[in-house]
Every structure is written in structure tokens, then in C-alpha cells.
């Protein structure tokens, strides 16, 4: 099973934070690049404990869709999000917050297998890693320039 742990800061309380994280609106301005959208379950707002969306996009070439479902969920301290149905054999995301004085901690940690065994610990090795985290890195940059400006405004209110 492979592994992404990433820790951003961001000068913003940690309820601005947690509520850009699980917004669908945001979610989709992050992934434009990729053409991502949300096409079944909660496809705008806030997303909630028990609840799903499936996400349509184009990754590495391939238009590709993943249901993912939150399975826990206590705000503001943190919530997971688990694969349903998609390309990875699993997919397990932890969303924790830490509030400090000058801000929140975003401490995302990223569990995943991909199927097919061996080729697909060599498929994580090689690149499949490497390319998440990039896209981890530029889903918090935009986490980021909404909750530290007044763009947090556009899109919880």
C-alpha cells in the first residue's frame, strides 16, 4: 500500500479551512485542468458524513470516474473520505485540521493500492505516487489562496 503525507499552513481559521475541503464548488475550480466535475451523488455544496459523489475526470490520459463516500466526520477536527468505486484496488483520504495561533494546519494522509499486484506497486513506485501528491499540492495551493483572501466568500456563502 502506498502512502502521501502532506502538511500545509494556511492563515485562515480552521472552520474557513475544513469547509473549503469538502466543497464540491472548490473541489472543481482546483481540478479545471483536468476537466473534473462532480456528475452523480452531492455534485455542489458542502459535502457531509454518509454521503457520496461520484467524479468524472481525465487523468493520465484516460477519462476516468471514482465514487468516493465521507465515512467519518466530526468538524472541525477532521473527515474521511473512502473510495466506493473506481480505478484503485483502495483509496482511503484523512482530512485532519490542527487550529493554531496563526492559522490551521491541513494535514492531509493518503492511503492507496492499485490492483494488479506487482505491477501496480511498480505503477505507484514509478510515477502513480509522484503524480498524486502533485495533485494533493495544488489542491491545497487552491485551498490556500481562497481561505487567506476574501475568494472564501464566493464559495461558502
Same mark, same amino acid.
Given at each position: 500500500?502506498?502512502?502521501?503525507?502532506?502538511?500545509?499552513?494556511?492563515?485562515?481559521?480552521?472552520?474557513?479551512?475544513?469547509?473549503?475541503?469538502?466543497?464540491?464548488?472548490?473541489?472543481?475550480?482546483?481540478?479545471?485542468?483536468?476537466?473534473?466535475?462532480?456528475?452523480?451523488?452531492?455534485?455542489?455544496?458542502?459535502?457531509?458524513?454518509?454521503? +457520496?459523489?461520484?467524479?468524472?475526470?481525465?487523468? *493520465?490520459?484516460?477519462?476516468?470516474? &471514482? @465514487?468516493?463516500?465521507?465515512? %467519518?466526520?466530526?468538524?472541525?477536527?477532521?473527515?474521511?473520505?473512502?473510495?466506493?468505486?473506481?480505478?484503485?484496488?483502495?483509496?482511503?483520504?484523512?482530512?485532519?485540521?490542527?487550529?493554531?495561533?496563526?492559522?490551521?494546519?491541513?494535514?492531509?494522509?493518503?492511503?492507496?493500492?492499485?490492483?494488479?499486484?506487482?505491477?501496480?506497486?511498480?505503477?505507484?513506485?514509478?510515477?502513480? +505516487?509522484?503524480?498524486?501528491?502533485?495533485?494533493? *499540492?495544488?489542491?491545497?495551493?487552491? &485551498? @490556500?489562496?481562497?481561505?487567506? %483572501?476574501?475568494?472564501?466568500?464566493?464559495?461558502?456563502?
Amino acid at each position: 500500500m502506498a502512502k502521501i503525507h502532506l502538511t500545509t499552513l494556511i492563515n485562515a481559521p480552521v472552520e474557513r479551512v475544513f469547509d473549503l475541503s469538502r466543497s464540491i464548488n472548490l473541489h472543481r475550480i482546483a481540478f479545471s485542468s483536468k476537466d473534473e466535475k462532480a456528475i452523480e451523488g452531492i455534485t455542489t455544496g458542502l459535502i457531509n458524513e454518509n454521503e +457520496t459523489v461520484t467524479w468524472q475526470a481525465k487523468h *493520465l490520459y484516460k477519462v476516468r470516474k &471514482i @465514487k468516493t463516500k465521507i465515512t %467519518s466526520m466530526n468538524f472541525p477536527d477532521h473527515f474521511i473520505v473512502q473510495m466506493v468505486h473506481g480505478d484503485f484496488k483502495s483509496f482511503r483520504h484523512e482530512h485532519h485540521f490542527k487550529p493554531i495561533d496563526n492559522g490551521t494546519f491541513l494535514i492531509d494522509i493518503i492511503e492507496f493500492e492499485s490492483p494488479y499486484g506487482i505491477i501496480g506497486q511498480l505503477t505507484n513506485q514509478l510515477f502513480l +505516487t509522484s503524480y498524486l501528491h502533485q495533485l494533493l *499540492l495544488h489542491r491545497n495551493e487552491v &485551498i @490556500k489562496q481562497y481561505a487567506e %483572501s476574501s475568494k472564501w466568500k464566493a464559495i461558502l456563502i
